[in-house]
T-cell receptor, first 115, second 114 residues
């Protein structure tokens, strides 16, 4: 069965610290897609990144980086030099090519960055 | 470049009443999804529309829930005989192109059933 686990419920850091948000997924499909979304206090889900199952290249975008490892079924997200504006709930999500493409979300990790 | 819009932003209703929630997807997006977000259950898929195909209703929690999408654009989610456990934020998302593309979410409708 498909499942996304974000084991960290809440993380608190001080500005400029690096922080990694963990995501582990389960799927039987060989073609699937992974996503990270950010939900700031305003409530709207904001897309951050997607990865397909055939592309294990890590990606860096400014202070954000993502580490996709099929061997451990993980898709972790690192924020370097965190800022107060990074405070939000972060969701990892999975969709499967065979299963209608609906997103299966993890429970989310609440990140609090203090100044 | 309007995003996904939803109305109303907030809805308070009494138990047993019917409610309709509206979603306007991004123009040209062929796929439309409804999700709901509640404290206890997190983010859950409800229903999916793709073009003219029959919708995927596999996530609807009961037959009190239904949705339609008219003209391949606007969608309405209807909840009949609302119950307190229906209280949640109902999110709509749309997507262009293939399933590998990201879904863009609206701001949601917060439904409170008294």
């Amino acid at each position: 069965a498909q499942k996304v686990t974000q084991a960290q419920t809440e993380i608190s850091v001080v500005e400029k610290e690096d922080v990694t948000l963990d995501c582990v997924y389960e799927t039987r499909d060989t073609t699937y897609y992974l996503f990270w979304y950010k939900q700031p206090p305003s409530g709207e889900l904001v897309f951050l990144i997607r990865r397909n199952s055939f592309d294990e290249q890590n990606e860096i975008s400014g202070r954000y980086s993502w580490n996709f490892q099929k061997s451990t079924s993980s898709f972790n997200f690192t924020i370097t030099a965190s800022q107060v504006v990074d405070s939000a709930v972060y969701f990892c999500a999975l969709s499967e090519a065979q299963a209608g493409t609906a997103l299966i979300f993890g429970k989310g990790t609440t990140l609090s960055v203090s100044s | 470049g309007a995003g996904v819009s939803q109305s109303p932003s907030n809805k308070v209703t009494e138990k047993g009443k019917d409610v309709e929630l509206r979603c306007d997807p991004i123009s040209g997006h062929t796929a439309l999804y409804w999700y709901r977000q509640s404290l206890g259950q997190g983010l859950e898929f409800l229903i999916y529309f793709q073009g003219n195909s029959a919708p995927d209703k596999s996530g609807l929690p009961s037959d009190r829930f239904s949705a339609e999408r008219t003209g391949g654009s606007v969608s309405t989610l209807t909840i009949q005989r609302t119950q307190q456990e229906d209280s949640a934020v109902y999110l709509c998302a749309s997507r262009i192109g293939g399933e590998w593309n990201e879904q863009f979410f609206g701001p949601g409708t917060r439904l409170t059933v008294l």
